[in-house]
């Protein structure tokens, strides 16, 4: 069961989930008036903690979209999701045809840091210090950890700048400055008014001109679970777009201590089985 971005009436959850606000913060013909000096660090406080309720793998393509020409053959990945040391933890692995691990990744975050490594190839990982835009997750992709890890979320500096109407919702927007040099200089990143869950983030230069764009495209429902479907990312100099389709989900796991350990990130991980994914 799918639903468009502009038909959403639940929550959206998982990577860029969130939970619902403990309170509506206005309705009616307030649903765009600004949050105030208390309300605003503490909208995006609730959306750092938010969490899913169990740990989560998710099944996903990725399909390269040119502004011109064919779309190129889907990249097949899984992506995992949890929680620990009061943050989320994510790892991704890209596997070809035969089912061999080309390339993966481990990312963490929380208030105080975030961590990324990288393996390719079956090689050992190696921990990935500067916080950008980074390699694409697969040659001919656009999509990065970046894209999927969003650091930016826990970046020190992030203010609040308005409340507006993002992909047709009214949503509280942030703009989170880039604690090292490099691209992007910061990310205006924009919070669902109603239920807190992050619809788009678009990647800046110094200047303020957009890189890149991240959107929440569809969401989609794994037994009582909703969560999200589809994300695009689009390249603002070319046009050309990557889509993240999640095709099943698995849910209510339990993965062991060491799952996000990037001396584990070598080798593929277990991957739940059959039974235990949902289509979406």
């Given at each position: 069961m799918r639903t468009t971005l502009l038909s959403l009436t639940f929550r959206w959850a998982v990577l860029l989930l969130s939970l619902p606000l403990s309170a509506q913060l206005s309705?009616?013909?307030?649903?765009?008036?600004?949050?105030?000096?208390?309300?605003?660090?503490?909208?995006?406080?609730?959306?750092?903690?938010?969490?899913?309720?169990?740990?989560?793998?998710?099944?996903?393509?990725?399909?390269?979209?040119?502004?011109?020409?064919?779309?190129?053959?889907?990249?097949?990945?899984?992506?995992?999701?949890?929680?620990?040391?009061?943050?989320?933890?994510?790892?991704?692995?890209?596997?070809?045809?035969?089912?061999?691990?080309?390339?993966?990744?481990?990312?963490?975050?929380?208030?105080?840091?975030?961590?990324?490594?990288?393996?390719?190839?079956?090689q050992p990982a190696q921990a990935i210090t500067a916080v950008g835009l980074g390699s694409p997750l697969a040659p001919g992709l656009l999509l990065t950890p970046f894209d999927l890890h969003l650091p930016f979320t826990h970046w020190e500096k992030s203010d609040y700048v308005s409340t507006e109407r993002v992909v047709g919702r009214p949503a509280h927007v942030y703009l989170a400055k880039n604690p090292q040099p490099g691209a992007p200089t910061q990310v205006r990143f924009a919070l669902d008014r109603a239920y807190g869950a992050m619809l788009s983030a678009i990647s800046e230069d110094t200047q303020g001109k957009a890189l890149r764009t991240l959107q929440v495209e569809e969401f989609g429902k794994a037994g009582d679970q909703w969560l999200f479907a589809a994300i695009s990312v689009r390249d603002e100099s070319t046009r050309d777009v990557d889509r993240l389709q999640v095709t099943h989900a698995a849910l209510n796991l339990r993965l062991a201590d060491g799952f996000f350990d990037p001396r584990s990130l070598a080798q593929p991980a277990n991957t739940p089985s059959d039974e235990q994914f949902k289509p979406l």
């Open positions: 309705s009616g013909d307030e649903r765009y008036a600004r949050l105030t000096p208390a309300e605003a660090p503490e909208v995006l406080a609730q959306f750092r903690a938010s969490r899913l309720p169990a740990d989560t793998c998710l099944k996903v393509t990725i399909t390269h979209k040119p502004r011109r020409g064919d779309d190129a053959a889907p990249v097949n990945g899984l992506l995992w999701v949890g929680w620990a040391d009061g943050g989320p933890r994510v790892r991704f692995e890209a596997r070809d045809s035969q089912g061999r691990q080309v390339y993966a990744f481990i990312a963490k975050k929380n208030a105080q840091a975030s961590m990324l490594w990288v393996s390719q190839n079956g």
